[in-house]
Every structure is written in structure tokens, then in C-alpha cells.
């Protein structure tokens, strides 16, 4: 119900933000790289951080409303690594692979910026320097070689449209649609379900629209830590008045008050008030809340019948779905009380206009796809999308993760584009099924891929069951890692003949204009820049896959060499992507914009014919195995079972570790695992007890239960060390896996023999 802050668990913390980050912000400005960490910050680029955006042609500083003071510490502390020296000539030299392989993510990140092309060759325990020449030589040859079913992509968010339009057009050259991509492993189902129901997957909601709202959903959510900037527009709401909804199994601090240095006199000394209400309901049960909500404004009489008749089809299958399904089977499903669940509603029903938005605690689910679409029934049955103030609002991770979906980076074509393309390649595409990450995986663990060039990420990091990861990029024939900064997935994910390091430009250093794409549709033109590293021998991402191309088809179909130049793809980039036309003028004009056809400001939507498509959304049917699923418990043995929830700290970034410690849930190292202390006391173990955590692919020893503000029943600990855990249990309809409900067995420590 309203918070009190007072009544919850014992060592959860209550505020987020505040001062520790003006201390982070002083510890950057009088490091040695202060002076240029500065400069970077106001170069007119993009942050390189979350999708929530900033920079570009306004400033560094800047939102595309022309708002100051709009960056983060998460901003600093991705730009300060990247301002790193060069890694140590001597570290490829003297430390083997397996040397590295020890190496945790933040001592990878450490090592500093890679310089110089490295491979690594099958049967040699090390990186060894490598000629650009050879190593275009090497990959044009695995790729003209193989398949094109045997070939494959990843990608990050982190490189731009550009990049990644080139990197599309170039696995569809060659014949292949396996082109994975970190959403895959994040937001795929926001991208499945929105369009779905509204016919675009992106959020349909501006910066603009979002400061008209007087109520916000926020599920699934870690905002203060991951998407710093989306606080200062919940400070804004409450501030006017508004209403902050917060669903989310633990209690994050940072949504019960964060202290904003946007506002440093009303907000950083004393903090502002987030949460209007927190619920908190059992993991992987969103659908379950959702339909709550729905029923009790049917019940009360808050449907906005007009607006759903109106404007949507399906709305009498969803009516039927909830006349039919008891409270009692909802309530028992999501852990909430039926008052709960009724207040809440009666609380958004007095809203004027609602924006829901939500994280990966959202999508990382088997049903996470389903979820997506409970949210979005209840914008439509709500009367709360296709106008100013209103909407669905996915909160994507990577800068410019969206940027690579609106580029044709996806298993999921549109078919617009597709046609677009097919007439710029003067063939047909494929129609092979490609392969998502997840997929990508899978096959290569059976040994079906070859060829794997990865544009940035981490995806042994990023994927569930490390074991397994690191087994089936061990399968493939050759692996190509572009990156700025060692990850350890260039040390666990080796090629069966061999691994190709190869340096690149980051984002505010390449030496020609990029644009990158915010989570609200808004595109950025980024300026160019120079690195600092004086002996470098670095690339562009679009330079380099313009030549790889070249490399591969001569000029067949396409003059590949011209892409070498930006300026050209952004000309194609225009003639095939739909809404990306503003693109065209952009280089001329410096004029951002924002994507076309995708924020509803009436509600006429993208469907065929411009109503919404509700369906119904079924409850989750959740378990949670017995004890004997994980061996059983020894005689005189402790132990209990836990819904495990893996998340971020609040000083990491995707699977790049800044700081060990989390200093908004109170885990002050890696080896932890967040806990209610009522299961503490429950199953007879003590705070701070070390413990051995066991899943179902692998387990984890030595790991140190700190009591915390968590759901009864579950538990959190940091990804991706805790990947180990998990089998790759997805959601089938896109294959995200479900990170966010992983069955665990908790087991005392053995004391050891007197």
C-alpha cells in the first residue's frame, strides 16, 4: 500500500543518490584523467551508458529538450574507462590465456584499451600481434568459405546505426539472417509484445509526452542504479502532484527517495519522494498483477469502455478472460492481497494520464512476452496510450540497443525493410529461420555455426549456463571480437582454430559522424572525436565492416568501399528504413529527430488497421522444484529453497563491473546474495552467514547472506557471476532467458574437521 519507510525489513536501505554521487563526480574531476574525462563529457556525442540518452548535437550535457545537467555517474564511469591507457604490452606477452581466464570483469576491464590487433591460434596459449591485412584475410575467407546458415553475428548496443545498418546488410549479403544481438538477452519481448498489440516494439511515449503525465507504473525497475537520469522526471511528477507506482519484488531504496543533484536544493540534501505505492509481488508474476488491475476496474467501473471500443479489436475476449479468472487464482499467483491490488487501481484511476514502464524484471521471464502484453492491455482497457501524457514505456539498457532494431539487426525482419533491402541487394533475402542469441548458442553447441563476428558485448557474459557458453563458442571455427576494452568473454569464448582481438574507435573518438537511437526514439548526431592513445592502431567499426565486405563481394551489388564513409550509409539508411527518413538531410542540417510512426499522440496506431489487438493474457503457472530436484539435503543438513532474482549493482553496466559493492542494496562485494530476514530466521541460518548456492546447471560457494528489503521467499545476487547457475530456461516466443526466476538450493557451509 503507501509507503513507510519505517516498516521495512531490517538493513534495507531507504534513499539512493545524494551525496556518494557528488563524491563519485569529485573522485572523477581530480583524477588524472579529470581534465579529459570533462572534455569528453561536453563533446557532442551520446552517452555511452543506458537508452535512457543525452549528448548529441545540444551538448554533452543535454537532453533533446535542450535541458542541462543531464548526465549520470553512470556516464562518467563508462567514459573513464574507455579513457584508460593501452593495455600493457607485456600483459598478451607474459599471461597466458588461462592466466586471463582468472581474471574477474572488473580486472578485465583494468587491463585498460586494446591497441593493436591480437589472435589467438589454436594450440598457442596466447594473444599474439596481427597485420589488419591478415586478419581481413583470415575472416573473408571463413565467411566466403562457410554457409551462410553457418555464419553468424552478435552485437552490442554500444556501436552506432551506422555500424550496425553495415553489419545487416552484410550478414544478408552473404545470405545469413543469423544475426543475434544483445536485446535478444534483454528486451526482445517488449519489442514482441508491443507490436503485438500496437504494431511497433519501441516505447511510444517522448520526453515530451512523459512530463505531461500525472502517473507512472514503474515495473521491474532498478532506475536509481541503471537509468539515473528517468529519476529526475519521477522527481518532476511527484513534485506536481503526480502518482509513482512501483512493482518490483525487492525493495530498492533509490525508488523510495533519491537525492538528485539536478536539483541540489530541493532534492540532493534532503532527498525526494519516489514511491506513492510499492508492491512487491512474487517473481515472474506480472501478468498475474496486471489482470488484477484490469479486474478491479471492470469491477469498479473504470474501464474506459469508449476509448476501447473505439480504438482497439479483441477487447470482448479480454472481457470474458476477466469475469472468468477468480481473485482467488490471481491472488494466490502474484503473493498481493485482493485490497492491495484494488487500491492500487483506484489510485491510477484517478490519474489523468499513465505512462507504464518497466526493465528487464519485466522481460526476464519464460513468459516475459505474455507480461509485456498484460501492460500493454492495461494502457488500452485504461484509456492510457495514443494521447500526451500516456503510454507504454519500455526502459532499455544499452545506449543504443534500440538503434540496432530500427537498423534490421534481428532475427525479425519487418517486412518494409525487407522489401527495401531486396531491391538495394537486386536479390532475394533469406527466408531461414536465423538464429537469436540463445539460438546462436544452441547451434554452435551442436556444432552448426563456423564463423562468428561479434560487434562489440560479451556473449559468454551475457548468456545463462556459463559452462555451456564457453562449450559452444569453443565449437566454432573462428571468432572475431570487435571491442575497445577486454572483456572476459575474449578469454573464456576461444574459437576451436582461432580468436581474432580487434581494437576499435569508441563512440566520442571515431574520426567521422555517427548517430545513435535513445529508447525514445530519439536520434542523436554525434560529432567526431580523437583518442588519446598515441601509438594505436585502431579501426571504425563502419570503416572495418565496409572493408570486410569489400573483401568478401568485390562490388557486388553494392560499392561496399564507398560505406567506408558514414555519410553514404546514412543515405541508404534513409531509402530503406521506415521512419528513419529524417536521416536524409542530417549531415546537412545537424537537425536530431525522432523516429516516425511510433510515438501515439492520437490513437490511431501501427496495426493494419490502426486499433490495438488485446488478447487475453493467461496467469503464470509458477513453481518451484523440491529440495530432492538439487540432490536432497544430508542428514543433520541445512538448507532451503529460493526464487533467485539476478541483477545488476549499482556499479556495473551490463556484465562491465565498475565497483564491487552495492551501495544501494547494502552487498558490499561480488559474493553475495540479498535475503528477506524472515527466511533467515525462518530456516535457521544467521546474518552474514557464508553458504554454498546451488542451481541447476552449476553452483556457487562462499557466498555471504546479507539481509535485505526482498520478497519473502526470494533472493538476488549479481549477474553475471551468478549465469553459472541457471539452465537456459527462455521465454519460447523470442528467447530471452529468464533471469529474473532462477530455482536455487541454499546450503550451509560443511564446518570443517576438528
Given at each position: 500500500?503507501?509507503?513507510?519507510s519505517?516498516t521495512?525489513?531490517q ?37 555511452l ?18 535541458e542541462?545537467?543531464?548526465r ?8 573513464r574507462?574507455?579513457?584508460?591507457p ?26 585498460g ?5 591480437l ?13 589488419w ?5 583470415l575472416?573473408?575467407e ?6 551462410p546458415?553457418?555464419?553468424?553475428s ?8 551506422e555500424?550496425?545498418?553495415l ?15 544483445c ?5 526482445a519481448?517488449?519489442?514482441?509484445g508491443l507490436?503485438?498489440?500496437?504494431g ?10 512523459l ?16 537509468h ?22 525487492v ?14 536544493i ?8 519516489i ?19 484490469q ?13 476501447v ?8 475476449a479480454?472481457?470474458?478472460?476477466l469475469?472468468?479468472?477468480?481473485w482467488?487464482?490471481?491472488t494466490?499467483?502474484?503473493g ?6 484494488e487500491?492500487t ?5 484517478t ?5 507504464f514502464?518497466?526493465a ?26 495514443g ?17 540496432f532494431?530500427s ?11 525487407r ?83 580487434l581494437?576499435?574507435f ?6 567521422h559522424?555517427?548517430?545513435v ?6 536520434v ?12 594505436a ?9 565496409a ?23 546514412r543515405e ?9 527518413e529524417?536521416?536524409a538531410g ?7 529527430f ?14 493494419p ?10 496467469l ?6 523440491d ?12 538448507g532451503f ?6 541483477a ?57 547472506l546479507i ?17 553459472v547457475l ?6 519460447q ?22
Amino acid at each position: 500500500m503507501d509507503i513507510d519507510s519505517n516498516t521495512l525489513p531490517q538493513g534495507g536501505i531507504k534513499r539512493g543518490g545524494g551525496w556518494s554521487v557528488i563524491t563519485g563526480w569529485g573522485r572523477a574531476t581530480i583524477s588524472r584523467r579529470g581534465k579529459r574525462l570533462w572534455q569528453t563529457l561536453n563533446h557532442k556525442s551520446a552517452c555511452l551508458s543506458c537508452a535512457w540518452g543525452t549528448g548529441g548535437q545540444n551538448g554533452g550535457f543535454r537532453d533533446e529538450l535542450g535541458e542541462p545537467l543531464q548526465r549520470c555517474i553512470k556516464s562518467v564511469e563508462a567514459i573513464r574507462a574507455e579513457l584508460q591507457p593501452a593495455v600493457p604490452r607485456h600483459v598478451f606477452k607474459r599471461r597466458s590465456v588461462v592466466e586471463l581466464q582468472q581474471l574477474d570483469s572488473s580486472s578485465c576491464d583494468r587491463l585498460g584499451r586494446l591497441e593493436h590487433p591480437l589472435i589467438q591460434r589454436s594450440g598457442c596459449d596466447f594473444y599474439e600481434p596481427i597485420q589488419w591485412d591478415e586478419v581481413y584475410a583470415l575472416l573473408a575467407e571463413a565467411f566466403k568459405t562457410s554457409s551462410p546458415e553457418r555464419v553468424a553475428s552478435y552485437s552490442s548496443g554500444r556501436s552506432s546505426n551506422e555500424a550496425a545498418y553495415l553489419l545487416q546488410l552484410l550478414m544478408r549479403a552473404r545470405g545469413s539472417n543469423n544475426l543475434a544481438d544483445c536485446s535478444d538477452l534483454c528486451h526482445a519481448p517488449s519489442s514482441v509484445g508491443l507490436t503485438r498489440v500496437f504494431g511497433s516494439g519501441t516505447s511510444n511515449v517522448s520526453l515530451e509526452s512523459l512530463r505531461q503525465a500525472d502517473g507512472v507504473v514503474l515495473v521491474g525497475s532498478n532506475a536509481p542504479a541503471n537509468h539515473p537520469r528517468l529519476m529526475n522526471e519521477l522527481i518532476r511528477l511527484r513534485e506536481r502532484g503526480g502518482t509513482v507506482v512501483v512493482i518490483n519484488p525487492v525493495v530498492e531504496g533509490g525508488l523510495l527517495k533519491f537525492g538528485s543533484p539536478a536539483f541540489p536544493i530541493r532534492s540532493l540534501l534532503l532527498s525526494s519522494e519516489i514511491a506513492s505505492l510499492y508492491l512487491q509481488p512474487i517473481p515472474g508474476s506480472d501478468t498475474a498483477v496486471f489482470l488484477g488491475l484490469q479486474k478491479a476496474w471492470l469491477e469498479s467501473g473504470a474501464i474506459a469502455w469508449d476509448f476501447v471500443k473505439s480504438h482497439s479489436d479483441g477487447w470482448e475476449a479480454l472481457q470474458e478472460q476477466l469475469m472468468s479468472t477468480s481473485w482467488e487464482s490471481i491472488t494466490q499467483c502474484c503473493g498481493l492481497s485482493r485490497e492491495e491490488l484494488e487500491y492500487t487501481a483506484a489510485r491510477l484511476a484517478t490519474c489523468r494520464a499513465v505512462v507504464f514502464a518497466w526493465a528487464m524484471g519485466i522481460t526476464h521471464h519464460s513468459n516475459g512476452t505474455t507480461n509485456v502484453q498484460a501492460i500493454a492491455n492495461s494502457a488500452v482497457v485504461s484509456g492510457n496510450v495514443g494521447r500526451p501524457g500516456a503510454g507504454t514505456m519500455p526502459i532499455r539498457g544499452h545506449s543504443n540497443v534500440q538503434g540496432f532494431g530500427s537498423m534490421g539487426v534481428s532475427v525479425r525482419l519487418r517486412e518494409p525493410m525487407r522489401l527495401a533491402l531486396e531491391a538495394l541487394l537486386k536479390r532475394p533475402l533469406s527466408r531461414t529461420p536465423g538464429f537469436h542469441a540463445r539460438d546462436l548458442i544452441e547451434a554452435a553447441d551442436r556444432g552448426e555455426v563456423d564463423a562468428l563476428l561479434c560487434l562489440g558485448g560479451n556473449l559468454f557474459g551475457a548468456n545463462p549456463d556459463s559452462t555451456q557458453a564457453r562449450r559452444a563458442l569453443g565449437r566454432i571455427d573462428t571468432i572475431a571480437y570487435l571491442a575497445t576494452k577486454p572483456n572476459q568473454g575474449h578469454f573464456h569464448g576461444l574459437g576451436a582454430r582461432q580468436t581474432l582481438l580487434l581494437p576499435v574507435f569508441n563512440r566520442f573518438e571515431t574520426p567521422h559522424r555517427t548517430t545513435v537511437e535513445s529508447g525514445n526514439n530519439w536520434v542523436r548526431l554525434n560529432e567526431p572525436g580523437k583518442t588519446h592513445l598515441k601509438r594505436a592502431n585502431l579501426t571504425s567499426e563502419v570503416g572495418f565492416l565496409a572493408e570486410l565486405a569489400h573483401r568478401i563481394f568485390g562490388d557486388d551489388p553494392i560499392d561496399w568501399k564507398r560505406l567506408e564513409d558514414p555519410i553514404y550509409v546514412r543515405e541508404l539508411i534513409a531509402k530503406t528504413v521506415p521512419g528513419y527518413e529524417g536521416m536524409a538531410g542530417i549531415d546537412a542540417t545537424n537537425r536530431e529527430f525522432q523516429v516516425s510512426g511510433r510515438v501515439f499522440r492520437v490513437p490511431r496506431f501501427s496495426t493494419p488497421n490502426g486499433r490495438a489487438q488485446l488478447t487475453p493474457t493467461p496467469l503464470p503457472k509458477l513453481t518451484v522444484p523440491d529440495v530432492s530436484h538439487f540432490g536432497g539435503l544430508a542428514d543433520g543438513e541445512r538448507g532451503f529453497l529460493l526464487n533467485l532474482i539476478t541483477a545488476r549493482s549499482n556499479g556495473q553496466h551490463n556484465t562491465v563491473v565498475y565497483q564491487a559493492a552495492d551501495r544501494y542494496r547494502g552487498m558490499p562485494h561480488r559474493q553475495t546474495l540479498l535475503i528477506n530476514p524472515e527466511d533467515l530466521q525462518k530456516h535457521g541460518f544467521e546474518p552474514h552467514e557464508w553458504v554454498t548456492v546451488q542451481g541447476e546447471a552449476g553452483q556457487l560457494e562462499e557466498i555471504e547472506l546479507i539481509p535485505g528489503s526482498i520478497r519473502p521467499g526470494c533472493g538476488l545476487m549479481f549477474f553475471p557471476e551468478a549465469n553459472v547457475l541457471m539452465r537456459g530456461v527462455s521465454d519460447q516466443t523470442c528467447g530471452t532467458p529468464a533471469f529474473k526466476r532462477v530455482p536455487v538450493l541454499i546450503r550451509a557451509r560443511v564446518p570443517a574437521m576438528p
